[in-house]
């Protein structure tokens, strides 16, 4: 089968991961176990994620010239992404700190999106033949919100289905959900998006009822360890998790699960088949370290049932 291009419009930082016995308190010092600096950035990872899933991936973000932007390039040449529309500047490419609770594999991460939020809706037209011959189009929040609905209604208009992955969480604009045809949030980001707690599937059903109601077509609300709640006019359904072996690091699953979503809607699988396969995606990912080290290939993924 030919592969089908899933363009990421997103995020690179480098990821300077802190491994530790608890995450500290404030004001407290603990001393680590172990630091690694790695390529991140939730539009990379998802990149990544898709590529190694599958898909024919391209790109579309803005880098530093820099060590950190180098790392970027340099993935994206070994993951085989199409990087057309990554753009330079000369401000630093962007960095996140994450803490890693080696314990219970939890984590907390502060992101400075660095060169990456300087990406401007001119840059993205640039890129408007390539998102018109793209199965899906896919954005996150580690942009500026204005870029993120400019390359949704974009792809929207051209006639490309849209993901929007609203992590990390942050307020959206009413105009925005028109151009999303699906929404991929956790339970934080869906409370947060909703004003309603999402702790349990039924919580997530009143939760994506209230994104349909703002003119989103499809709602995937991942819940962990609980799978995900999908959502949509003929779709009602819970996806439960897939345990893949022992938990390691949770830190890239969402990006895990949204490029493995992507690539399995690009290829024409339906909504619950789908997200099966990005819980498949994700559910390995969750048991290595690191966040696009991670990301499983495709024959990973197919030797676990879907």
Same mark, same amino acid.
Request: hydrophobic share 45%; proline share 7%.
């Given at each position: 089968m030919e592969k089908k291009w899933v363009t990421v419009m997103g995020s690179f930082v480098a990821d300077l991961a802190f491994r530790t016995g608890r995450i500290p308190a404030w004001g407290e010092?603990?001393?680590?176990?172990?630091?690694?600096? !790695?390529?991140?950035?939730?539009?990379?990872?998802? @990149?990544?994620? @898709?590529?190694?899933?599958?898909?024919?991936? *391209?790109?579309? *973000?803005?880098l530093g010239q820099d060590a950190f932007g180098d790392m970027a390039r340099n993935l994206y040449k070994i993951e085989g992404i199409d990087t057309r529309f990554l753009f330079t500047t000369t401000s630093a490419t962007g960095a996140a700190a994450i803490i890693i609770d080696a314990e219970k594999g939890e984590n907390a991460i502060i992101v400075v999106p660095g060169a990456c939020f300087e990406l401007t809706?001119?840059?993205?037209?640039?890129?408007?033949?390539?998102?018109?011959? +793209? *199965?899906v189009f896919v954005a996150q929040l580690e942009l500026s919100l204005a870029v993120v609905e400019h390359g949704l209604r974009l792809?929207?208009?051209?006639?490309?289905?849209?993901?929007? /992955? =609203? @992590?990390?969480?942050?307020?959206?604009?009413?105009?925005?959900?028109?151009?999303?045809?699906?929404?991929?949030?956790?339970?934080?980001?869906? @409370?947060?998006?909703? !004003?309603?707690?999402?702790? /349990?599937?039924?919580?997530?059903?009143k939760a994506a009822d209230a994104f349909i109601a703002r003119g989103v077509q499809n709602v995937l609300i991942t819940l962990g360890a609980q799978g995900v709640f999908v959502k949509n006019?003929?779709? /009602?359904?819970?996806? =439960?998790a897939v345990n893949a072996g022992r938990v390691v690091e949770t830190t890239g699953?969402?990006?895990?699960? /949204?490029? !493995?979503?992507?690539?399995?809607?690009?290829?024409?699988?339906?909504?619950?088949?789908?997200?099966?396969?990005?819980?498949?995606t994700a559910g390995i990912s969750i048991t290595r370290?690191?966040?696009?080290? +991670?990301?499983p290939a495709r024959a990973e993924i197919d030797a676990l049932p879907l």
């Open positions: 010092t603990l001393m680590g176990r172990s630091f690694k600096l !790695g390529p991140g950035g939730k539009g990379s990872n998802q @990149a990544v994620a @898709a590529a190694r899933a599958g898909g024919r991936v *391209s790109f579309i *973000s803005k809706a001119a840059e993205i037209d640039q890129a408007r033949a390539l998102i018109a011959g +793209s *199965s792809a929207h208009a051209l006639g490309v289905p849209t993901i929007l /992955n =609203p @992590a990390p969480a942050a307020p959206l604009t009413e105009s925005i959900y028109q151009y999303i045809d699906y929404i991929t949030p956790n339970e934080t980001e869906a @409370a947060a998006l909703t !004003g309603m707690p999402v702790a /349990n599937v039924a919580d997530a059903e006019a003929r779709v /009602n359904a819970h996806v =439960p699953a969402g990006d895990a699960f /949204n490029g !493995g979503f992507a690539v399995a809607l690009s290829e024409g699988m339906d909504l619950v088949e789908a997200a099966h396969f990005g819980c498949v370290p690191g966040t696009a080290p +991670s990301m």
